[in-house]
């Protein structure tokens, strides 16, 4: 039909194979090829059924993103849904791989469903801000009734071949080739001279509409607080599946696709999705020679390295763990078998899987069993000096070509690679606690690090289902600057006016899980005291200083572990509740500065952390320790907690407008300029008429 839609006649069998690597989405090209190659299928009086198929490695895995927020060329999918559906022949979909959103919605137009036994079903359009607007809403429910419907759509992940067999969503499941299988299949329809089998027609999920509206209104319930439009529209257009004729729905689906694919929810949804894709593709990988990783070690049974130590364990990774004695390595050993035998409580690994990985794992005192290992990740504890030693002790064993990558938040990697003899084979790898199961991983690429040790870096991080970013060496590397920044701004309301309970609650409101002094509280408040000392020497003492944390640190108030801090914890509890004595320190602070508190309302606490979060931002581009805007969007929202409905700090500003951002910052100058001078690069593209967005290219 076109060069992404192939259009064959075997027998009286017309087979429509979609191409269109690597994921086959539905774009413009493949849109018409189906929509004409059904409509000459259902002409050619040869034909009596028809076969649609994909080619490569799956089914369409949905509409073609990149598409969205543009006009979009006819025929649009539902139209090649509803001309699919409408066929007099019988349609076969044939599955294997992903039939996602728009592919899903393909299949269900066919007549009959068959799928290979790995391939799986799901309408992710959720996690995209949007609904299926292909006719998902109106068909899935016809076959499966609301509740397994809505589960589909409101939570987005996919389901296996089998429990969509077994919610009568596919017709037969086949082992081996799907294609060979389905044509066999349609062959036998056509011989037989079956007629069409609409989905539209059918009723059996509406057999019980009492359970049906039951589980409309406690899913409605349950989505009434979401902050993006889409969960409630999902809901209305399920239910209407049932209340309203076909067309009516279709017609009530397609409004709300409309209304939830322009809102700025969709739009950043959409912006993650392409900026964590986007942050894998580094220069370094250009012509790399990987190293080959086969065996690691983990320096530091702390908890850093035993969660680094069951992420590489779970990837499949034989890991030799070393401590300094042997107390702290049995301490050590014994995190990761709770670990494991937590995982083994859940249900989510089987006895056999954990005696696999405990085997896996080789514990030791003596460094010398690093010798052939082919990366060792040092988990020590984060102060130069301690690094350094254990760096010698690597160099000295190590075997050449090794990679020697350095656990760390903070410190300099360009001076620790300089301490040993190959700072070639140097490079950071900062994860984020706890390592097995927080997804970020900022990789640190230092002046000397050689390129396929960078790209090694990203192949395995692939391999250990992290999504890695590249950082340069700077203090905090990207997600630690933004969060210093964060905390600073967060810092001078509290003293200039605001509590720690307003300030978290408007950061809340905004969407972030908790607020700053809760996250302060809850990771220990000692951890940002010791590094505030250690940079008291380097600190201008012009800056302003908000010396309200040193003061609660002083009476050992650590945090939830020591029972106060931003907050009190009464009783072990684990909320905590405003403690009249840290307003008391916030007033003397302030009376000790001459500072008359003021009011700050949510919106301008938001507005104060967001614009320090972009404009640190846009420092870490200039100074080239990110790559682009989308990757510090990466961080914030897999490492920090920023909503990734807002797309992260960069995305969060291009959607308030650079222009605005920016007078912001400039309005606050006045208050501490260095702090709040905005970065030059606003200038730039606000003159250029450019966003962050602009940046993102490649
Ligand atoms: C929808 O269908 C709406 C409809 O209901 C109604 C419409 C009116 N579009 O993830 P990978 C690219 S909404 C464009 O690295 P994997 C991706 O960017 C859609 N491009 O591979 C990457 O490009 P590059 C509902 C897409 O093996 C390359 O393909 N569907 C799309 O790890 C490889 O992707 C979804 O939300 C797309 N839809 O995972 C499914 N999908 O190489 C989204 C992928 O240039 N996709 N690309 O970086 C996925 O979940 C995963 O890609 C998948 C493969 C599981 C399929």
Redesign the pocket.
Known sequence: MNNQVKFEVEGNVAILTIQNP??N??GAAVRQGLFDGIEKADGMSSVNAVLIRAAG??FP??????E?GKP?AEP???QVVGRIEACSKPVVAAVH??A????F?IALGAHYRMASRDAKF????V??G?????G?TQRVPRLTGAAAALDLMLVGKPIGALQASDLGLVDALVDGDVAKAGFAFAQDLAEKGAGPRRTCDRRDGFSDAESYMAAIAARRLAVAKSPLEAPARIVDCVEAAMLLPFEAGIAKERAA?DDCEGSEGAQALRHA??AE??A??VPELEGANLREVNTIGVVGAGTMGTGIAVACLDAGFPVTLVERDEEGLLRGVEKIDAIYQRSLDKGRIDVDTRAARMEALTGTTDMDELAQVDLVIEAVFEEISVKEGVFAQLDAVMKPGAILATNTSYLDINALAATISRPQDVVGYHFFSPANIMKLLEIVVADRTDPDVVATGFALAKRLRKVPVRAGVADGFIGNRILAAYRQAADFMLEDGATPAKIDAAMRDFGFPIGPYQVLDMAGLDISWARRKRLADSRDPAARYVAIGDKLCERGWFGQKAGRGYYIYEDGSRTGVEDPEVLAIIEEERAAKGISPRRFSAREIQHRCLNAMANEGARLLEEAVALRPSDIDVVMFYGYGFPRWRGGPMMAADLRGLLEVENELRSYQIEEPAFWAPSPLFDELVKNGQHFEDLNEG
């Open positions: 690597p994921v989405a539905l490695r799956t895995a949905g509409a073609d993103v990149r969205f979009r649009i999918l539902s791989g992903n996602l959103g728009g592919g919605e799901g309408l992710p359009e996690l995209l949007v609904l299926p607007g292909a998902g696709f999705f392409f894709r986007r894998a593709k």
